[in-house]
């Protein structure tokens, strides 16, 4: 089982302060596999507290999508890790959710910032680390919605997962021979506080919910941890030529077609 062996690995987890969050959950289950931890997030009440539960080595207050913070983030991953395995990039901003020709630019702009050129800004930093060891890895959250359209003003949201996933696929196919793997994660509706705030908004509940599960043939919506598996997989060396891979973790909704579904 040693391809699947984590202990030690220096991982980085970008967006992990979230109590009940993907990046909180994927925080916990690399440190329950033994992997040394670097976290950072803009909420420092809540990275301090995965912080403490997971024994992080390196953490700090980093905004992704400002470049002094990053490279700031990235210089003591260096100094104190002395290099860096795997990359976790989880932060996103949906600041708004409007139809598409009344969204105002600093939304648009805010979304690109954070979902996109933060990752860039986390992975440019990141690489040089692993190509001076000539291994690494990066994962990146994409999502269903970067695959597939959601609607519900949702437009910007998904042309930034869209930018994430060929960000990844262009990664994969630059850093392949270096040794350097990139690929990323594709939820569908994971149940997370954000989403769970919905939950007593009765158009949601009774009109939004219904269809959201109705596409996923598993019958429930995601959970954070659901994500923790793939992830590790992705990391380890059980995926040495898993390079380029969008993964759906998603409970089979972009398999399924417009009249699909599971027998009820
Ligand atoms: N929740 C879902 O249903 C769902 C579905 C598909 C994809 N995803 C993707 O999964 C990822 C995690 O989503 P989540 O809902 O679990 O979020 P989450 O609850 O883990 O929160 C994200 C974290 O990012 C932090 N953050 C926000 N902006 C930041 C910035 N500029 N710099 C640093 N940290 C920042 C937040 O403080 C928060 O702690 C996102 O990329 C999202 O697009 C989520």
């Known amino acids: 089982m040693s391809l699947f062996d984590l202990a030690g690995r220096r991982v980085v987890v970008t967006g ?3 109590n009940g969050g993907i990046g909180h959950a994927l925080a916990i289950g690399f440190a329950r596999a033994g992997a ?9 009440e809540g990275l301090a507290r995965t912080v403490e539960e997971t024994g992080a080595e390196v953490f700090a207050r980093c905004d992704i ?24 990039n989880v932060p996103f901003v949906f600041s708004r959710r409007c139809p598409p020709h009344e969204l105002p630019l600093a939304d648009w702009e805010r979304m690109f910032a954070v979902n996109v ?22 994962i990146n959250i994409g999502s269903n919605a970067g695959e597939t359209a959601l609607g519900r003003g949702a ?6 997962k869209s930018a994430v996933h060929q960000m990844t696929r262009e990664l994969a196919v630059e850093y392949g021979a270096r040794g350097v793997r990139v690929n990323a994660l594709a939820p569908a509706q994971v149940l997370t506080p954000g989403l769970a705030a919905h939950m007593d908004n009765p158009h949601f509940r009774d009109n939004v919910l219904p269809r959201i599960l109705m596409g996923l043939p598993m019958g429930r919506l995601l959970t954070p ?3 923790v598996g793939p992830a590790l997989f992705l990391a380890s060396d059980a995926a040495a030529c898993v390079n380029g891979v969008i993964l759906p973790v ?10 699909g579904g599971a027998p009820r």
Do not use: H, W
Request: hydrophobic share 50%; glycine share 12%; charged share 20%.
């Open 36 to 44: 040394r931890l670097a976290l950072c997030d803009i909420d420092e």
């Open 250 to 259: 998603d409970g089979g909704n972009l398999a399924m077609n417009a009249g």
């Open 225 to 227: 941890e659901d994500m």
């Open 65 to 88: 999508s400002v470049e002094a913070d990053v490279e700031a983030f990235f210089a003591s991953v260096r100094e104190k890790l002395g290099g860096l395995d795997a990359l976790v």
């Open 117 to 138: 050129t933060g990752y860039f800004l986390c992975i440019r930093a990141a690489l040089p680390l692993m190509l001076a060891q000539g291994k690494g890895c990066v």
């Open 16 to 18: 992990a302060g979230a």
């Open 155 to 160: 437009f910007a949201y998904s042309a930034t």
